[in-house]
């Protein structure tokens, strides 16, 4: 008799030996009807317990990169997963974020914390602000800086800066807290 799906046959001329010649398939492998040995599960499946059928993708948000793995790892904050059976997570882009683990989405900096944050690829939080913006510590809000707007002096191409690190363009220039007139 062929042994049941989630054994396999213990029989060493490989035939099946019936029901007490078949042994139970550890967690992490699997096998189908009939079968003479257990298959691993692969990189992005899964199987928890022993005598498992069949291994089970690892679901959006999680993955598995080794064989024989009885569970799925949550991606890490930064990180995300939009498909099931995954073996690897994916980095958020730039100027998105995931701050949770599991995340099978990131979040976009500017719809969750304001206009002009950003941040680098693979970030679980915004803490900077993107190019053409500048860090305005007092309000911690992110200004827009060029032309037409009260900070056109600034040269706001580069992001990730503040009042104190951002460059003055040629023609402007910065007042000093240290020298100051009364």
């Not at 914390?113 to 913006?133: K, L, M, R």
């Amino acid at each position: 008799t062929p042994c049941q799906a989630g054994k396999y046959s213990t029989n060493d001329e490989g035939e099946n030996a019936g029901a007490g010649g078949c042994d139970v398939c550890p967690a992490g492998t699997s096998s189908s009807y009939g079968q003479f040995e257990c298959t691993a599960c692969s990189p992005g499946r899964y199987a928890t317990s022993e005598e498992s059928s069949m291994c089970t993708d690892c679901e959006a948000g999680k993955f598995q990169a080794s064989l024989n793995a009885t569970l799925c790892v949550p991606c890490a904050p930064g990180y995300l997963q939009v498909a099931a059976g995954q073996a690897v997570c994916m980095l958020c882009p730039a100027n998105e974020f995931s701050d949770e683990p599991g995340a099978y989405f990131c979040k976009n900096c500017e719809a969750e914390i304001g206009e002009g944050f950003g941040s680098g690829p693979g970030s679980a939080d915004c803490v900077v602000c993107q190019a053409n913006y500048w860090y305005q510590t007092s309000t911690k809000t992110c200004v827009g800086c060029g032309i037409g707007t009260d900070f056109e002096g600034f040269d706001c191409t580069v992001g990730a800066t503040t009042t104190v690190t951002t460059q003055v363009k040629k023609g402007y220039w910065r007042r000093s807290e240290e020298h100051t007139s009364e």
